[in-house]
């Protein structure tokens, strides 16, 4: 293997080191995302209920004034039996009256199977309010380590990418650019062997790819320190000068 491809394997040795890290981190990271979406679900379904049970409130206040109306009207119609001279207006009273009571036992009946409902409502949202703060101690917990993890590979990350400095100015620009272009492509794997596919042909492969390669690549690669890439994923291609 001549210098330049060995500078690119010294290279892509450190960049995988870097990818590595920071593969870490973003597993990290989108844990972190993934439970701050979860926790936006969570309070949307929170303030949903709270508006739910609002309206719910509401109908039921709006029946227990009716009711307390009602009543009190059933008040001031029994006191007006004891001012009626007549049968005939008694009677007539009466009738209103007994009528007023009997949709107040109806409006009675809604106002409990309403409230019923609201406390149904309530135990949900109590419950939501716990999942809310279990979750949200997740995600405070998740945040708590990527932090930690950050803070534990800074060093590592700087110490590596100032070897990566060193290492680049061992390659031409263009040789340089290409080999970033595919590191961010292929999360730092790079280079790809040539593998003969049949020991007694001069059948050959791409590793990276597994699609076939001319036998004119294979020579080129044994005879010269190029910079080779193979014409299917575009890695940059080594060979095994004994293959």
Do not use: W
Request: charged share 35%; hydrophobic share 35%; proline share 0%.
């Amino acid at each position: 293997m001549g210098a330049k491809l060995q500078a690119l394997f010294i290279l892509q040795e450190i960049e995988l080191q870097i990818v590595d890290i920071r593969r870490q981190l973003q597993r990290k990271e989108r844990r972190v995302g993934a439970q701050m979406k979860k926790l936006k679900s969570v309070e949307a379904t929170m303030e949903a209920e709270r508006q739910d049970v609002l309206k719910v409130q509401s109908q039921f206040d709006a029946l227990d004034m009716d009711i307390k109306g009602r009543s009190a009207n059933i008040d001031r119609l029994r006191e007006h039996l004891n001012t009626v001279r007549t049968n005939k207006d008694y009677a007539a009273v009466l009738a209103k009256m007994n009528t007023e009571k009997a949709d107040v036992s109806k409006i009675e009946a809604r106002a409990l199977e309403i409230m019923q409902g609201v406390e149904a409502l309530k135990k949900t949202q109590a419950d939501q309010e716990q999942t809310f703060s279990v979750e949200r101690n997740k995600l405070e917990e998740y945040q708590i380590q990527l932090e930690q993890t950050k803070e534990s590979f800074a060093g590592r990350l700087k110490q590596l990418q100032k070897r990566r400095d060193d290492a680049a100015e061992a390659i031409d620009a263009k040789t340089l650019t290409l080999f970033n272009r595919l590191s961010e492509r292929y999360e730092g794997e790079v280079l790809a062997e040539v593998e003969r596919t049949n020991p007694r042909h001069d059948d050959f492969i791409c590793s990276g790819c597994h699609m076939s390669l001319r036998v004119e690549v294979a020579n080129m690669l044994k005879s010269r320190d190029e910079t080779v890439v193979c014409k299917s994923c575009g890695r940059i291609l080594f060979i095994d000068r004994n293959t």
